[in-house]
């Protein structure tokens, strides 16, 4: 097939050490890229059983030099990859083979290596980060060591720089905040993220309520609620004062959503307080901050409508685990109500009990 020649040309380019191959490979990356585009097939093709598809690509990311023709390619794999839009589920789920296949064959390694390079170009191509960014999130869920990888590689901060320098970029920071908030399951990363001022940034981002930006939101309110589970970050959360920052914002995404259409929203919200009250200060802070009563009223004008118990729930766990823990208001461990036993051992354990002084 057509596709299957192009690739073949690809295989003797990267045979090909000398630099004049520039031109060839850009017209060959470009047509592969058409063909992606343009043909369902073509992708099942590249990426079906006994097909080489993408161990000629990944190979010739490898070996080429990245300035000379990775655009094409990352662009192939981002058509590779990406989850069609039309919601078959016989599709859905050739995409997530596909993600599967990039892992396998060592993608998250080669991407993760692209990053690096493009991140020292001064300043970087952002069709490209975004490209790089958007492929890093598809894939980075199926490959559970991402996050150390990225830690070895180098590239941890690259996306925490870019969205520091391009807070009012919301096409380039989203696809940056979602490879984050896959870097931040790992422990390690969350901790050092958070040192370099992650958790402060999250807050630039999220606020009171608004209709713009609202997958922006959500993607920074997930990071988030993953960096404080890391008790580093939480202490220093708890120290800046963002309990009180949490709940104001809760609050006030609960009075002016009044279709509900925002509820992950303010799950979101929810999730971070329960993150953050994981520690005996994040507790202590949330009390200061009348969060019991905040929780319980909200709570209490949701219970009314069914799509919002994930809310309650969520709401209900904070509170007890923040409750302050009482002894019981009894003098004593003795029932009020008394019943005649057939026999009582004089000194069995009964007996023993009933006997007990009242403290």
Same mark, same amino acid.
């Given at each position: 097939?057509?596709?299957?020649?192009?690739?073949?040309?690809?295989?003797?380019?990267?045979?090909?050490?000398?630099?004049?191959?520039?031109?060839?490979?850009?017209?060959?990356?470009?047509?592969?890229?058409?063909?992606?585009?343009?043909?369902?097939?073509?992708?099942?093709?590249?990426?079906?059983?006994?097909?080489?598809?993408?161990?000629?690509?990944?190979?010739?990311?490898?070996?080429?030099?990245?300035?000379?023709?990775?655009?094409?390619?990352?662009?192939?794999?981002?058509?590779?990859?990406?989850?069609?839009?039309?919601?078959?589920?016989?599709?859905?789920?050739?995409?997530?083979?596909?993600?599967?296949?990039?892992?396998?064959?060592?993608?998250?390694?080669?991407?993760?290596?692209?990053?690096?390079?493009?991140?020292?170009?001064?300043?970087?191509?952002?069709?490209?980060?975004?490209?790089?960014?958007?492929?890093?999130?598809?894939?980075?869920?199926?490959?559970?060591?991402?996050?150390?990888?990225?830690?070895?590689?180098?590239?941890?901060?690259?996306?925490?720089?870019?969205?520091?320098?391009?807070?009012?970029?919301?096409?380039?920071? #989203?696809?940056? +905040?979602?490879? @984050?908030?896959?870097?931040? $399951? !790992?422990?390690?990363? &969350? /901790?050092?993220? %958070?040192?370099?001022?992650?958790?402060?940034?999250?807050?630039?981002?999220?606020?009171?309520?608004?209709?713009?930006?609202?997958?922006?939101?959500?993607?920074? #309110?997930?990071? +988030?609620?993953? @960096?404080?589970?890391?008790? $580093? !970050?939480?202490?220093? &959360? /708890?120290?800046? %004062?963002?309990?009180?920052?949490?709940?104001?914002?809760?609050?006030?995404?609960?009075?002016?959503?009044?279709?509900?259409?925002?509820?992950?929203?303010?799950?979101?919200?929810?999730?971070?307080?329960?993150?953050?009250?994981?520690?005996?200060?994040?507790?202590?802070?949330?009390?200061?901050?009348?969060?019991?009563?905040?929780?319980y009223n909200t709570s209490?004008?949701?219970?009314?409508?069914?799509?919002?118990?994930?809310?309650?729930?969520?709401?209900?766990?904070?509170?007890?685990?923040?409750?302050?823990?009482?002894?019981?208001?009894?003098?004593?461990?003795?029932?009020?109500?008394?019943?005649?036993?057939?026999?009582?051992?004089?000194?069995?354990?009964?007996?023993?009990?009933?006997n007990l002084p009242p403290?």
């Amino acid at each position: 097939s057509r596709t299957m020649s192009l690739l073949s040309q690809l295989e003797k380019i990267n045979l090909d050490s000398v630099l004049g191959e520039a031109d060839n490979a850009r017209y060959v990356t470009s047509k592969i890229l058409h063909l992606v585009q343009s043909q369902e097939k073509t992708k099942k093709e590249m990426t079906s059983k006994g097909s080489t598809g993408i161990e000629v690509i990944l190979s010739t990311l490898e070996v080429k030099p990245f300035n000379l023709c990775g655009y094409g390619y990352i662009a192939s794999f981002h058509f590779i990859t990406r989850l069609p839009v039309i919601n078959y589920v016989v599709i859905l789920a050739s995409g997530g083979r596909r993600a599967n296949v990039l892992v396998t064959k060592g993608g998250t390694q080669i991407l993760l290596q692209l990053l690096l390079t493009a991140s020292k170009d001064s300043p970087p191509n952002e069709e490209l980060m975004v490209l790089l960014h958007t492929l890093l999130a598809k894939i980075g869920p199926k490959d559970k060591k991402i996050g150390m990888k990225a830690r070895i590689n180098g590239a941890l901060n690259i996306s925490l720089n870019l969205v520091k320098q391009n807070l009012q970029n919301h096409r380039l920071i #989203l696809p940056c +905040l979602q490879v @984050l908030r896959v870097y931040s $399951t !790992n422990s390690v990363n &969350a /901790v050092s993220l %958070g040192k370099n001022g992650v958790v402060e940034l999250m807050f630039k981002i999220i606020g009171p309520f608004s209709k713009k930006n609202t997958s922006l939101i959500k993607v920074a #309110l997930d990071t +988030l609620a993953a @960096l404080l589970k890391s008790k $580093t !970050n939480a202490r220093r &959360a /708890v120290d800046r %004062g963002y309990v009180q920052v949490l709940l104001t914002i809760y609050v006030d995404w609960h009075r002016h959503d009044s279709r509900h259409r925002y509820m992950l929203i303010r799950k979101g919200v929810l999730q971070c307080i329960k993150s953050v009250t994981n520690i005996k200060l994040g507790r202590k802070a949330f009390i200061d901050a009348n969060g019991m009563k905040i929780l319980y009223n909200t709570s209490q004008e949701c219970l009314a409508v069914r799509t919002l118990d994930p809310l309650v729930n969520t709401s209900s766990l904070i509170m007890r685990k923040c409750f302050p823990k009482n002894r019981l208001p009894l003098p004593t461990i003795k029932s009020a109500f008394h019943f005649q036993l057939p026999i009582i051992p004089a000194g069995g354990p009964v007996a023993q009990l009933y006997n007990l002084p009242p403290d």
